[in-house]
């Protein structure tokens, strides 16, 4: 009889243990989160381009990615060769990617903030040319670039500028913004 006392609560201690391993913390809901990125650009208080950019991450287990490559492939220059043995002469060119790319890594927090690390690259082909979309280019090429790492703590609907820089060839500014809103 007391052995099986014994066994008994042996077996009621193993099973609560069972019970309060379970009772561990909540799993994270899955959420599902929009970015609203704007770059713009401005040369004092005129404002010369606002570019904007949307990302949807799905945020599972508390983390989530996000990435958006957006860009061109810019002839930079071309190259002759000629081969010797037939006298053919060809050209290639050469070319850099041009345009932005933006990394979204979400952390969700048991407050309710979202822990949101932005990588930001933009990068343009600088003209002194008034308009160098439709212009012929006499001039060699120059690009700007632009990039910045950053780590926000962010709520549902809260705006936040996360970089200011200056171009120090122009003096033209870059600001980029970020708004996160939580979808239901």
């Known amino acids: 009889m007391r052995m099986m006392r014994s066994l008994l609560a042996a077996a009621l201690v193993i099973a609560s243990a069972g019970t309060l391993v379970a009772q561990g913390p909540e799993p ?8 609203d990125i704007v770059l713009t650009r401005s040369s004092g208080e005129k404002k010369l381009a606002s570019i904007p950019y949307t990302m ?11 990435y958006l490559r957006m860009g061109v492939d810019v002839p930079t220059g071309s190259r002759t060769s000629t081969t010797s ?12 990617n041009v345009g932005t790319n933006i990394d979204l890594n979400i952390t969700q927090l048991a407050d309710g903030r ?10 343009s082909v600088h003209s002194t040319d008034q308009d160098s979309r439709t212009a012929p280019r006499s ?6 670039s ?18 200011v820089g200056t171009d120090k060839v ?10 996160m809103t939580v979808l239901k």
């Open 28 to 35: 994270k809901q899955a959420a599902a989160l929009k970015f």
């Open 56 to 66: 949807y991450v799905t945020a599972r287990g508390g983390n989530g990615r996000g």
């Open 85 to 96: 043995q037939q006298g053919e002469t060809t050209t290639r060119f050469d070319y850099r």
């Open 114 to 123: 979202y822990e949101v690390q932005i990588q930001l690259s933009d990068s």
């Open 139 to 144: 001039d060699p090429m120059a690009f700007r």
């Open 146 to 163: 632009f990039s910045s790492t950053s780590s926000l703590l962010m709520r549902e609907g809260q705006p936040a500028q996360f970089v």
């Open 170 to 179: 122009t003096g033209e500014t870059l600001r980029a913004d970020v708004t």
